[in-house]
């Protein structure tokens, strides 16, 4: 893996009953974007709602490199877990889709 922008994006399947708190802790401006932005090298958030599926989501966060996320998950490692615990209610299906590399 080369020290190249990255995407690391997730899909939830999210209940009726969550999808506005969902939206909220997930968004460009939630939670987990407010946790990032201690890091220099986060980029940004994206949330993505489905289209054709009901209920089903996508979260894109993008980090200046791999080891800049890895960085940034060891150095604020109880902060991350203890918001992952927080919110893990609001999902009944939570899927790593993978790391992405840009292409030229």
Partial sequence: M?????????EFVVPAANRARFE???GPDGDWARLFRHAADF?????????ER????????????AEAFD???RDFSTDYHRLDSALECLAS????V?????TA
Avoid: H, K, N
């Fill in 24 to 26: 909220a802790a997930y």
């Fill in 71 to 73: 960085r940034f998950t």
């Fill in 43 to 51: 980029r940004g958030t994206e949330l993505l709602r489905d289209a």
């Fill in 93 to 96: 299906c939570e899927t790593r």
């Fill in 2 to 10: 080369t020290d190249a922008p990255i995407a690391i994006v997730w």
């Fill in 54 to 65: 009901d209920g089903v989501y996508l979260t894109i966060d993008r980090w200046a490199s």
């Fill in 98 to 102: 993978g790391l992405f590399e840009g």
